[in-house]
T-cell receptor
Framework: DQQVKQNSPSLSVQEGRISILNCDYT??????FLWYKKYPAEGPTFLIS?????DKNEDGRFTVFLNKSAKHLSLHIVPSQPGDSAVYFC???????????FGQGTRLTINP | GAVVSQHPSRVICKSGTSVKIECRSL??????MFWYRQFPKQSLMLMAT?????????EQGVEKDKFLINHASLTLSTLTVTSAHPEDSSFYIC????????????FGSGTRLTVV
């Protein structure tokens, strides 16, 4: 049972444009959501997070939106840069268990 | 910022041998660490939650006797893959939770295990 789903395995975006990565979840107990960036053979690097009490969190070029009723979150990157090319994972946790559940990842490619 | 060091980064071992992977939180104390496994082009699958001073909590389907986890101090957790087989070849990643939760989870750089 995949509790966190990223339905787009890949996304290609032109440099300077907006990248939108999507994530859906099924467990209504999740109350904390995170986005990670990952390069091959490396550990994930934290990008941005959002608590379920918020619907938006912004940090520089990265903004995460949370729609609790739809159990959907998205990561917006604007403007997209070539260095943003990587695999992006969304993850969720419930405060009690503390453990993270990851989506399958979306490979983002930024084209010059 | 929080740093988690994971060693070794790569290891090749023969079938039947055991391999130990270390995960250290360098600048913070982590009462809870997590071990993940990632197959090529797949998600990170949580294997177990490691709690300092107590037994690890394993996810369903993960063999406790095969993947031994020890969290002997607030800065070190180890994963030992015992009697390794080729199907254990994978990318193993640890993460440490820095309290409070808003500090987040910091990941190690991962270990590529190849069993030949």
């Amino acid at each position: 049972d995949q509790q966190v789903k990223q339905n787009s395995p890949s996304l290609s975006v032109q440099e300077g444009r907006i990248s939108i990565l999507n994530c859906d979840y099924t467990n209504s107990m999740f109350d904390y959501f995170l986005w990670y960036k990952k390069y091959p053979a490396e550990g994930p690097t934290f990008l941005i997070s959002i608590s379920s009490i918020k619907d938006k969190n912004e940090d520089g070029r990265f903004t995460v939106f949370l729609n609790k009723s739809a159990k959907h979150l998205s990561l917006h990157i604007v403007p997209s840069q070539p260095g943003d090319s990587a695999v992006y994972f969304c993850a969720a946790s419930d405060g009690g268990a503390q453990k993270l559940v990851f989506g399958q990842g979306t490979r983002l490619t930024i084209n010059p | 910022g929080a740093v988690v060091s994971q060693h070794p980064s790569r290891v090749i071992c023969k079938s039947g041998t055991s391999v130990k992977i270390e995960c250290r939180s360098l600048d913070f104390q982590a009462t809870t660490m997590f071990w993940y496994r990632q197959f090529p082009k797949q998600s990170l699958m949580l294997m177990a939650t490691s709690n300092e001073g107590s037994k690890a909590t394993y996810e369903q389907g993960v063999e406790k006797d095969k993947f031994l986890i020890n969290h002997a101090s607030l800065t070190l957790s180890t994963l030992t893959v015992t009697s390794a087989h080729p199907e254990d070849s994978s990318f193993y990643i640890c993460s440490a939770l820095r309290q409070p939760l808003t500090y987040g989870y910091t990941f190690g750089s991962g270990t590529r295990l190849t069993v030949v």
